[in-house]
């Protein structure tokens, strides 16, 4: 084993004892690392040159779209910052080497109005077609699995994740535990919402007894996102919707639509579980429908006083 490969080794065990971190992140820091590893391996580099570092981020560039050069980079840096504070190198050679770099402004990829009726009437129809006590059980867990994404913008990991007594129909309300650990609480205020989550929980009462999670699959372990992509995928599919329908933009749609009707921004923020206002201005962009609405009603050229223009 190389010097490289039994640091990066002890470092995701520091992760995963000390700061606590989640399978999903070790996994995306051991794929970043070992990719750099076997880079600098190749390329018969140092670890500890500023050099090889630069070369790989250049293949990086070369090679990879920005998020993902952005992503590796991070995991990088993250990785030298333990080395220098565990004292295993002298000099973090990532000091004086610049890595920033702009990456491309892209908007969020929403659920039109319409695309989301045409979903919410396919969720709702297989309840209606159902034929056995287990179509109906599968039918009502999708309802409300969608129901609570679109109503809160929960991430697909938080609403995977949700513990059993964080969720409180009785006052309206469920605790989620969100990136670092955050927590925050959201308020249920929909009667769909809510009506969708006490069937469900009807329903699955003794599978959710048994468990410390509230969303349960068919053997009784908490549910996938997997589970809920392909679960999105296949009523997209049964209701004829062309456009890819993700998780996440049933999160996105929760935010642009908020801002679209002038919600506060900050309070958009505060629901979201975002830790910077920066990230959550993303949704601020105006959508075509309402740009044009407003500059048909309120264009400042309708001020001007034609009559005493020349």
Do not use: E, K
């Given at each position: 084993m190389s010097t490289l490969t039994k640091l990066i080794e002890e470092y995701l065990q520091y992760c995963q004892a000390r700061k606590g971190l989640d399978t999903k992140t070790i996994r995306a820091y051991r794929a970043d690392l070992r990719d750099f590893g076997l880079y600098v391996e190749s390329q018969n580099g140092d670890f500890l040159k500023k050099e090889s570092i630069?070369?790989?981020?250049?293949f990086l560039h070369s090679e990879k779209a920005p998020r993902t050069v952005r992503r590796k980079i991070a995991s990088i840096r993250a990785f030298y910052h333990y080395l220098t504070y565990m004292e295993e190198i002298a000099e973090n050679p990532l000091y004086r080497l610049d890595l920033t770099f702009r990456l491309p402004q892209r908007l969020p990829r929403y659920i039109p109005n319409h695309v989301m009726n045409t979903f919410y009437q396919e969720l709702y129809a297989q309840k209606e077609k159902a034929n056995t006590p287990y179509q109906l059980k599968c039918a009502v867990r999708d309802i409300a699995v969608i129901e609570l994404l679109f109503a809160?913008?929960?991430?697909i990991s938080e609403l995977c994740g949700l513990k059993r007594e964080a969720v409180n129909l009785y006052d309206g309300e469920i605790r989620i535990h969100g990136k670092g650990d955050k927590e925050r609480i959201l308020q249920l205020t929909e009667k769909a919402t809510i009506s969708a989550l006490a069937e469900y929980e009807s329903l699955f009462q003794a599978e959710i007894r048994r468990s410390e999670y509230f969303f349960l699959n068919k053997y009784g372990h908490p549910?996938?996102?997997?589970s809920v992509r392909d679960m999105?995928?296949?009523?997209?599919?049964?209701?004829s919707i062309s456009m890819h329908i993700t998780p996440h933009m049933f999160r996105h749609s929760f935010a642009t639509y908020l801002v679209n009707q002038d919600v506060d921004i900050r309070c958009i923020q505060e629901m979201l579980g975002h830790s910077s206002i920066r990230t959550t201005e993303i949704y601020t962009h105006v959508d075509k429908a309402k740009q044009r609405n407003v500059l048909e009603a309120k264009n400042p050229r309708k001020l001007l006083d034609m009559e005493n223009v020349r």
């Open positions: 630069g070369n790989y981020v250049d809160t913008g929960l991430r549910l996938s996102d997997q999105i995928n296949r009523l997209a599919g049964a209701a």
